[in-house]
């Protein structure tokens, strides 16, 4: 079992930044791939980026790609999410997650997830 917290959420001015962080309970966390993934109202849940157990391997949508950068440390059981250049179209609730599974672009295979940081960038 994996309980997830997300924080760092806020208000931004386009082309801020912000650093989102998702602390883990449960001494597996080094066992599962983390991944960030956000909705937008009136929207589907989107993946944004995702990273494997020891830190590796990082993959990122391309709307995000160049921009924000994923980041785990395992001895802390968290998983952050460094957002520069924001725009407004990244408003959404971010969401942190964790798979075991292969496919990490697809939320279908999380298992576990967290309640959510509300992102909001003003144009």
């Known amino acids: 079992q994996v309980q997830l917290v997300e924080s760092g959420g806020g208000l931004v001015q386009a082309g801020g930044s912000l650093r989102l962080s998702c602390v883990a309970s449960?001494?597996?966390?080094?066992?599962?791939?983390m991944g960030w993934f956000r909705q937008a109202p009136g929207k589907e849940r989107e993946f944004v980026a995702a990273i494997s157990w020891t830190g590796g391997s990082t993959v990122y949508a391309d709307s995000v790609k160049g921009r924000f950068t994923i980041s785990r440390d395992n001895a802390k059981n968290t998983v952050s999410l460094q957002m520069n250049s924001l725009k407004p179209e990244d408003t959404a609730v971010y969401y942190c997650?964790?798979?075991?599974?292969?496919?990490?672009?697809?939320?279908?295979?999380?298992?576990?997830w967290g309640q959510g940081t509300q992102v909001t960038v003003s144009s």
């Open positions: 997650a964790a798979t075991r599974h292969s496919l990490w672009s697809s939320g279908l295979h999380y298992s576990y």
């Open positions: 449960g001494r597996t966390f080094s066992s599962y791939a």
